[in-house]
């Protein structure tokens, strides 16, 4: 059975950092692009940073602004999202899914049950 689940959200203050993990299960993570998405009440949910499979090329929404760094680690069949200097704004349910190949495409079949990530003082 393919599945991901997130971990590693929590509250923090603006300014603080958390690193998000997404681990996988059920499947060869290697040959996928694993996606982070987020969704903050009443918005719709909206593209955080995607990572390809094996040369790793990575993506990041214009809002990152370079605070964000995804990286993955096959072995452990583990993705991570480190998030720097958050802002209440990045406040939001974090989520994981697989892309469809081994690029980042924009279509994603497997989404985790997500993450909630609290940046307020």
């Known amino acids: 059975q393919v599945q991901v689940v997130e971990s590693g959200g929590g509250l923090v203050q603006p300014g603080g950092s958390l690193r998000l993990s997404c681990v996988a299960s059920g499947f060869s993570m290697d040959y996928y692009a694993i996606g982070w998405f987020r969704q903050a009440p009443g918005k719709e949910r909206e593209g955080v940073s995607c990572?390809?499979?094996?040369?790793?090329?990575?993506y990041y929404a214009d809002f990152v602004e370079g605070r964000f760094s995804i990286s993955r680690d096959n072995a452990k069949k583990t993705v991570y999202l480190q998030m720097n200097n958050l802002k209440p704004e990045d406040t939001a349910v974090y989520y994981c899914a697989t892309d469809i190949g081994a690029d980042c495409s924009g279509s994603y079949d497997h989404w985790g049950p997500g993450t909630q990530v609290t940046v307020s003082s």
């Open positions: 990572i390809s499979s094996s040369d790793h090329n990575t």
